[in-house]
């Protein structure tokens, strides 16, 4: 079977032969977010457990340090569309990290 690409929005887009609408599309995860997302569920799990009683003692016990350990859980924040977003690499290349613990950020206050 013959097909077509076309470019939409900086991305590749694979089309049947009469250009109808697409069929695959590729999509990239952004690791950084992934992993940050990964770690705020497995550290809250952690503190809610009870395996550690408190932020400080987490970052002690994993020598991270704590403001960061805040930071990432705050991404636990965020709406759940984001987080399925993050997830299957739905999100724009603009959005970083830092973008998205702001967003927890106002989410939870």
Aim: charged share 30%.
């Amino acid at each position: 079977m013959e097909f077509k690409t076309k470019k939409k929005s900086g991305r590749t887009w694979i089309t049947t032969p009469d250009g109808s609408d697409p069929v695959f599309e590729k999509t990239k995860v952004d690791n950084t977010i992934l992993k940050a997302l990964v770690k705020a569920h497995l550290w809250q799990r952690e503190l809610d457990s009870g395996k550690f009683t408190s932020i400080r003692e987490l970052a002690s016990k994993k020598n991270i340090n704590e403001s960061y350990i805040r930071r990432v859980l705050n991404l636990n924040y965020l709406p759940p569309k984001t987080k399925v977003a993050i997830l299957e690499g739905g999100l724009s290349r603009e959005v970083r990290l830092v973008d998205s613990v702001e967003v927890g950020l106002r989410m939870r206050w």
